[in-house]
C-alpha cells in the first residue's frame, strides 16, 4: 500500500511568487485535504477536495486555491506569496467510504519559505 | 466552531517511565471522533490512537490510552513505559461526524515531549 508523497519536500521562493505543491493520495483514498503548518503551531485546515471539487474550505484568501484529479492527486497553488506563508504544507488523504475509520493519513510536507 | 486546547507547550519523562499529554475541547456536537498524532522531527503526522465519542470505553495501543471524559471534553494521553522513540510533538485533534461535513481535523497547538534516557 502506497502512502501519501509530496513534491517538493523543500523550496525557497520570494515575495509576489507563486507556487504549486503536489500530493498522490494514498491507494484507495479519493479525499484530500491540505494543512498549513506554522513553525511551533498545529496544522491549520485550508481546504479538502472530494471528486475533484472543494467541498470545505478553511479561514484561507481565495489566493490560495487547489485542483484534484482523477487519479485524486491533489495539488495546491498559492499567488503572491507573502512572508507569513513560509509554513510547513501537509497533504493528507483519507476514504469517504462507511468503513472509514475517521483517521486522516498524511504526508512529510513540503516545507516553504518566502523570502 | 470547534476548538483544542493544549495548554502544556513541553512536557519531559524518564524512559521506562509513565507520562500524561493533556488536552481539552469545546464543541456542541454529540458525535465526533478525537485524535492523538504524533509529529517527530521527520515532520510526518502519524496517528497514535483514536476514540470515538460514542464509546464510553477508553481506547488503548499498546503503551498508549487516553482518558476520556466527554461530560468534561477532556482527552488526555497517557504513556506507559516512555521510550526514546516516543520524543516528539504530540497533537489532539477533533474531528466532526456531522452528516455532510467534511474530514476537516481542528488540531491543538502541540506540545513537545522530550525522553531522557
Known amino acids: 500500500e502506497t502512502g501519501v508523497t509530496q513534491s517538493p519536500t523543500h523550496l525557497i521562493k520570494t515575495r509576489g511568487q507563486q507556487v504549486t505543491l503536489r500530493c498522490s493520495s494514498q491507494?484507495?483514498?479519493?479525499?484530500v485535504s491540505w494543512y498549513q503548518q506554522a513553525l511551533g503551531q498545529g496544522p491549520q485546515f485550508i481546504f479538502q477536495?472530494?471528486?475533484?471539487?472543494?467541498?470545505g474550505r478553511g479561514n484561507f484568501p481565495p489566493r490560495f486555491s487547489g485542483l484534484q484529479f482523477p487519479n485524486y492527486s491533489s495539488e495546491l497553488n498559492v499567488n503572491a506569496l507573502e512572508l507569513d506563508d513560509s509554513a510547513l504544507y501537509l497533504c493528507?488523504?483519507?476514504?469517504?467510504?462507511?468503513?472509514?475509520?475517521?483517521?486522516?493519513?498524511f504526508g512529510e510536507g513540503s516545507r516553504l519559505t518566502v523570502l | 466552531a470547534q476548538t483544542v486546547t493544549q495548554s502544556q507547550p513541553e512536557m519531559s519523562v524518564q524512559e521506562a517511565e509513565t507520562v500524561t499529554l493533556s488536552c481539552t475541547y469545546d464543541t456542541s456536537e454529540s458525535d465526533y471522533y478525537l485524535f492523538w498524532y504524533k509529529q517527530p522531527p521527520s515532520r510526518q503526522m502519524i496517528l497514535v490512537i483514536r476514540q470515538e465519542a460514542y464509546k464510553q470505553q477508553n481506547a488503548t495501543e499498546n503503551r498508549f490510552s487516553v482518558n476520556f471524559q466527554k461530560a468534561a471534553k477532556s482527552f488526555s494521553l497517557k504513556i506507559s513505559d516512555s521510550q526514546l522513540g516516543d520524543a516528539a510533538m504530540y497533537f489532539c485533534?477533533?474531528?466532526?461526524?456531522?452528516?455532510?461535513?467534511?474530514?476537516?481535523?481542528?488540531f491543538g497547538k502541540g506540545i513537545t515531549l522530550s525522553v531522557r534516557p
Open positions: 485533534a477533533y474531528r466532526s461526524l456531522l452528516t455532510g461535513a467534511n474530514s476537516k481535523l481542528t
Open positions: 491507494s484507495g483514498h479519493n479525499t
Open positions: 493528507a488523504s483519507s476514504s469517504s467510504t462507511p468503513t472509514n475509520t475517521g483517521e486522516l493519513f
Open positions: 477536495y472530494y471528486r475533484e471539487e472543494e467541498n
